[in-house]
């Protein structure tokens, strides 16, 4: 098993940014794959953004170009840097780690842009 625990979230002026972070509380070495995914209020959950193992990468389109995804494996961490920020990316904000056949999340982080 694994648990996530998310930080960072708050509330942004729009072209703002923010970093979020997810603390796994195992090695990262043997989580194939790690994301970012958020839910709107009355919109289902949707992936942001992924990363694998080996450092591969994939965004929605809607953040390609403004978000990054990063994990450091030895600190046992994952980041969503968000620069650019719009009021459509008011949100929770999920981190989800697949090990295994099992998935696993945190508790969310709620990021809101509005001026």
């Known amino acids: 098993q694994v648990q996530l625990r998310e930080s960072g979230g708050g509330l942004v002026q729009p072209g703002g940014s923010l970093r979020l972070s997810c603390a796994a509380s195992?090695?990262?070495?043997?989580?194939?794959?790690m994301g970012w995914y958020r839910q709107a209020p009355g919109k289902q959950r949707e992936l942001v953004a992924d990363?694998?193992?080996?450092?591969?990468?994939n965004y929605v389109d809607s953040v390609k170009g403004r978000f990054t995804i990063s994990r450091n494996n030895i600190q046992n961490m994952m980041y969503l840097q968000m620069n650019g920020l719009k009021p459509e990316d008011t949100a929770v904000y999920y981190c989800?780690?697949?090990?295994?056949?099992?998935?696993?999340w945190g508790q969310g982080t709620q990021v809101t842009v509005s001026s």
């Open positions: 989800k780690a697949v090990l295994g056949l099992s998935n696993y």
């Open positions: 195992r090695n990262l070495f043997y989580i194939t794959n």
């Open positions: 990363i694998t193992s080996g450092g591969s990468t």
